[in-house]
């Protein structure tokens, strides 16, 4: 077991780049469940939910090797199940569903359960699947799903839910006929799929839209491709920049991926300028207060609140900050005020109520994986010494972040820890 010992008050300064994307790269490793070949995949991140989507893969009898640079053999396939040990971990394993059952008419994957930032149901994916044909039944806590094939579906989304719209997407391109996908979630990620699964030979038009159409084909081949690099990683180091102010140079960042966060960012006073290949992020002193919404993409996304919260708590005044994606996803807010944060929490919504230099450093525990980064970033800003412990919530989503900061002036390490 590590923890992350952090030396707050350093500015950032320096040049970083991101990693590929770990939300494109877990349903890109699941879709190459619908071709009979090997696939090879670069700029995969090394992280631990990568690392999972691969036991998975290999449970199933694909071959999975390499780093990095990752080669998925599919040519094995002959077993069914997500089982319960694996889909417990991360719940992004329910993605082999819609491939499983589009390609081999028969899968069996445990159903996720709760998990720290709120109940997180599936039934939008069983929907859908129910309405391409599929027969699903739930039996002792496992999805077990049948078809002879699928057959293409008008469906409706509730909600747009982003892993439940790459599922029914891969399940539809194997699908006899055409599917619509209404409501769909709009997420770069979605959109990176549909980019892999067109290279494939599927016909997907509209992802990136929140209306896709799929025409079913009779197979797909596997392919090479490069994962697009980690938003989320890159919201995370802009942060980092703005709340130590410092100057980082996110040389890979895709600035349409970003919007969202660039606009809270520059409302809080932060310069940020597109460069050749990338944004460059300073911060410039005093830092306004938020007023922030979680939203499915374009809009801000959940998975930078924790992050933002951090900023907020160094911002002159009082920011808003509303949580709308999942229930409980303010874990990170008791840590906070034990490293000084001045934060109340009322239903959704957390009024933040700033101090610039408030924070000091404490131990601390992670509870989740966007939780643990805000941790890492309050230790930055954070006058003395903090130690982040369950680090392996943060391994699950960033690779080496210690290594990443070490460089920009961080005086940040990873040591061994007893116990949890
Ligand atoms: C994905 C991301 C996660 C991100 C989240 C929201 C991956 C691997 N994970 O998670 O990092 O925080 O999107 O951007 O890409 N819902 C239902 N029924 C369903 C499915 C979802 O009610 O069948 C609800 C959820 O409870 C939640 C909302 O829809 O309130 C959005 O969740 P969803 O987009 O499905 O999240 P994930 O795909 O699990």
Redesign the pocket.
């Known amino acids: 077991m590590y923890k992350i010992v952090i030396e707050g008050g350093r500015p950032l300064v320096g040049e970083v780049t991101l990693s590929g994307a770990?939300?494109a790269a877990?349903?890109i490793l699941a879709s190459t469940l619908l071709t009979n070949g090997v696939t090879v995949l670069t700029n995969v991140p090394d992280l631990s939910?990568v690392r999972t989507m691969g036991r998975l893969l290999q449970l199933m009898g694909a071959e999975v090797t390499g780093r990095g640079t990752i080669k998925v053999d599919s040519r094995g396939i002959h077993a069914f199940e997500a089982p319960y040990e694996l889909v417990k971990t991360m719940?992004?394993s329910?993605?082999v569903l819609g491939p499983m059952v589009a390609r081999f008419g028969r899968a069996r994957v445990s159903l996720p359960g709760g998990c720290a930032?709120?109940?997180?149901?599936?039934?939008?994916?069983?929907?859908g699947l129910k309405a391409m044909g599929a027969q699903v039944d739930l039996r002792q806590g496992y999805v077990e799903a049948r078809c002879k094939r699928l057959h293409g579906a008008d469906l409706v989304l509730?909600?747009?839910?982003?892993?439940?719209?790459?599922n029914l997407m891969m399940a539809a391109c194997l699908a006899k006929g055409r599917t619509t996908i209404e409501n769909a979630?709009r997420?770069p990620?979605v959109e990176e799929l549909a980019r892999v699964l067109n290279k494939m030979g599927a016909v997907v038009r509209g992802a990136g839209t929140s209306y896709i159409v799929i025409e079913g084909v009779d197979d797909l081949h596997p392919v090479e491709h490069a994962v697009i690099p980690d938003r989320?990683e890159g919201g995370t180091f802009m942060v980092a920049a703005v709340v130590t102010g410092g100057d980082i140079l996110v040389t890979n960042a895709l600035p349409e991926h970003c919007d969202a966060m660039i606009q809270k960012l520059r409302a809080s006073g932060a310069d940020i300028q597109a460069e050749t290949g990338g944004l460059r992020v300073r911060g410039t002193g005093a830092i306004a207060p938020l007023d922030i919404s979680t939203a499915?993409?374009p809009g801000f996304?959940?998975?930078m609140q924790a992050q933002f919260m951090v900023l907020a708590t160094q911002a002159v005044g009082p920011s808003v900050i509303t949580e709308t994606?999942?229930?409980n996803r303010f874990m990170h807010v008791s840590e906070l005020c034990r490293m000084g944060a001045d934060i109340e929490v009322r239903g959704k919504t957390a009024i933040v109520h700033g101090e610039p230099g408030g924070l000091q450093g404490a131990t601390v525990m992670a509870t989740d994986?966007?939780a643990s980064a805000s941790l890492i970033l309050a230790g930055l800003v954070a006058k003395g010494t903090t130690e982040v412990l369950r680090v392996y919530h943060l391994d699950r989503?960033y690779e080496a972040i210690e290594k990443k900061l070490t460089p920009l002036g961080a005086a940040i390490w990873r040591v061994r820890a007893d116990g949890p």
């Open positions: 770990k939300n877990l349903p939910d719940r992004a329910v993605l930032i709120g109940t997180r149901p599936i039934d939008l994916h069983l929907d509730r909600q747009p839910t982003v892993t439940g719209t790459e979630a997420e990620e989320i499915p993409f996304p959940t998975d994606i999942f229930e994986l966007r989503g």
